[in-house]
């Protein structure tokens, strides 16, 4: 097989892996262990949809089955979503199949012959560029890509019966999700960072992004140390890359970490305390001054210009 | 039982120097990789009194530098396998190189690496390291403990908590939730200075240079520069500044 295989466990996150292998111009076959998702999949996949059937629901409990699969098939690259179970799966089975893995590539591109991937490192103080050589496998933040449109043709669907590596169970799931338009498709976000004192406070972040019709994201301690947010909400290197018009940093440092995360942003705004935070020099615009004066100043005068006033 | 916590000697990306003509680190300083710190404090925190926590690292000669730095934040030996260009040892070598002498500590129940390195931060020499041994593995836990022969972790999926559970021997990646990593004390630096480091090589692992060549071509590193306006509304009082922010945004046709 010459072409890409995207691996997928949503519809929605195999048809931004599919915008990335149609960007290098490479005909796209895809697998997943979900039939719900190999169904909806072979609308956008030019050639061949694989469905991993087998006892398990987790999608990198197949990673022997998987790498067979790719050994099988010898695409020319393989494109597996940039998050904690699509890590685990590209690590696992590019060990088992011995091939290169770039993990958070940012940035793919062919000169028609050779790919090309850019990622960041040293904790987004510096990126550098990586040819690939034969097969490897690519992890991609899939929230940088928009979902594919509908390929010409419809996807032929082949079955693959799969073992399971069941050895790690769970023994329980809880939700932690919040409330509120996700990230990767939010026009405005409001991100909070360690400034921020309580976590009652972040009513103010809610009411900021309430008046811009945004979403509220944070800094990793936020969301790690804190708890105040889901980890689904912080922004950075190791976590969620935003493509919004505004972002609004409330009481963030602004370290190379966090700020790799808004390097697609149109407009950053930061609000911060400090004059010497590093967060101005990654900011459109800036206000040095308090967020619990500045921010309830803002949303006012935000609702007036709406207004027209 | 034996834990064997994995450790890397990184540069100091503050210290590596910026200029026109690219980025200069030959006079950067190493330290431990930031989130190895937190993963050896793991290691130390699921140790009994008779387990055996060993630190191994595979680096230059320079990773003999943070060996005292790491035996004083508890281990009780340090296994370095040296070799002069580690430095450009990609994922799939280091966890060649890694599970290799893991097989040669031999008895090791317990595998602890930090979730990823501050340098190439690529999430991938644990799980890497679990495939190799046939070991399952548990990446990225906020909180993990061992129980008798099972390892119980927790970790967040997308908006998801999982609790998870194996049976040792096991692999696991830790996040810097899960433990806390503090400045070592005095008694314990001076203790440090009577622990062993034992070196090892490539050959004695069994290993040559030319299986572990990278299997990309990686370009040089360049310094990513945020292109942004950097306008600041420092006059006046606080309303003047929100509505000179506020008019600016109505003018970049962010506000609607
Ligand atoms: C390998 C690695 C990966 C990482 N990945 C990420 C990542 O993906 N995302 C991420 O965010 N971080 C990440 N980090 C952590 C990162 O280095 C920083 O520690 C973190 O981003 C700092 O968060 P903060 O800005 O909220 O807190 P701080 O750095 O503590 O900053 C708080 C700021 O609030 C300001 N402030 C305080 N009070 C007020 C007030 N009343 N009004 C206005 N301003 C106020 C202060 O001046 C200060 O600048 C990573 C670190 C490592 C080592």
Redesign the pocket.
């Known amino acids: 097989m010459t072409g890409a295989l995207v691996v997928a466990d949503t519809i929605e996150g195999g048809r931004r892996l599919i915008t990335v292998a149609a960007g290098l111009n490479l005909p796209v076959s895809a697998v997943t262990h979900d039939p719900t998702v190999a169904t909806g999949l072979t609308d956008y996949v030019s050639d061949v949809v694989y469905h991993l059937v087998g006892s398990s629901d987790r999608l990198h409990d197949y990673y022997s089955a998987f790498a067979g699969l790719v050994r099988d098939r010898q695409p020319d690259l393989v494109l597996i979503a940039d998050t904690v179970p699509g890590r685990e799966l590209a690590a696992m089975s590019a060990a088992q199949l011995d091939v290169a893995l770039v993990s958070g590539a940012t940035r793919l591109v062919t000169d028609g012959t050779r790919i090309t991937a850019t990622r960041l490192v040293y ?2 103080s510096f990126e550098r560029e990586e040819q690939l050589g034969g097969l490897t496998i690519v992890t991609v933040p899939t929230e940088l890509h928009h979902p594919a449109a509908a390929s010409a043709t419809t996807a032929e669907r082949v079955t693959v019966e799969a073992t399971a590596d069941q050895r790690v169970t769970v023994t329980k799931r809880a939700t932690v999700t919040r409330s509120g338009p996700d990230l990767a498709s939010a026009l405005a976000i409001v991100g ?6 309580h976590r009652d406070d972040l009513s103010l972040a809610d009411e900021l992004a309430g008046a811009l019709d945004g979403a509220v994201a ?5 969301a790690e140390d804190r708890g105040w947010l889901p980890t689904e909400r ?6 969620a890359k935003i493509t919004s018009d505004l972002y609004v ?10 700020t ?2 808004l390097r697609d942003v149109k407009v950053v705004v930061a ?4 004059p010497a ?3 101005f020099a990654a900011a459109d615009y800036g206000i040095v ?6 921010v309830p100043l803002l949303i006012q005068a935000i609702e007036d210009s709406r207004h027209g006033q | 039982m034996n834990i064997v916590v994995c450790y890397k000697s990184a540069l100091e990306e503050t210290s590596m120097l910026v200029s026109s003509s690219g980025v200069d680190a030959t006079r950067a300083r190493h330290k431990i ?3 190895d710190r937190n993963a050896i404090a793991a290691g130390m925190g699921v140790a009994t009194e008779t387990d055996r926590v060993l630190a191994l690292t595979f680096g230059g000669l320079e990773a003999k530098k943070t060996a005292k730095d790491v035996l004083s934040r508890g281990p009780d030996q340090v296994y370095a396998v040296i070799a002069n260009d580690a430095a450009s040892a990609d994922g799939a070598a280091t966890a060649k190189v890694l599970a290799a002498a893991i097989r040669s500590i031999g008895d090791v129940d317990l595998v602890v690496c930090g ?4 340098d190439s ?1 690529a999430h991938q020499v644990g799980p890497r390291i679990a495939a190799l041994l046939s070991m399952p593995v548990m990446s990225e836990l906020s909180e993990f403990s061992v129980e008798g022969t099972a390892i119980k972790g927790k970790r967040t999926v997308g908006g998801v908590t999982e609790f998870l559970c194996a049976d040792l021997p096991a692999v696991a990646t830790v996040l ?1 939730a899960a433990a806390e990593a503090p400045i070592p004390g005095l008694k314990a630096v001076l203790a440090a200075g009577k622990k062993p480091l034992t070196e090892m090589t490539l050959a004695e692992l069994g290993l040559d240079a030319t299986s572990l060549a990278p299997k990309t071509s990686a370009g040089p590193l360049t310094a990513v520069l945020a292109s942004r306006k950097r306008i600041l509304f420092p006059d006046g009082d606080a309303s003047s500044q929100v509505a000179g922010l506020v008019g600016a945004l109505v003018k970049e046709g962010v506000l609607r």
């Open positions: 904790g987004g909070v960072g360690l400034g921020l004192r944070c800094t990793r301690p936020v912080y922004i950075g290197i190791s976590g940093a409330l009481g963030i440092s602004g370290q190379t970490q966090h790799a995360g609000i911060n305390s400090d935070a590093p967060i001054g308090d967020l619990y004066q500045i | 990789s930031d989130y979730e990823g390195s501050s931060y810097p």
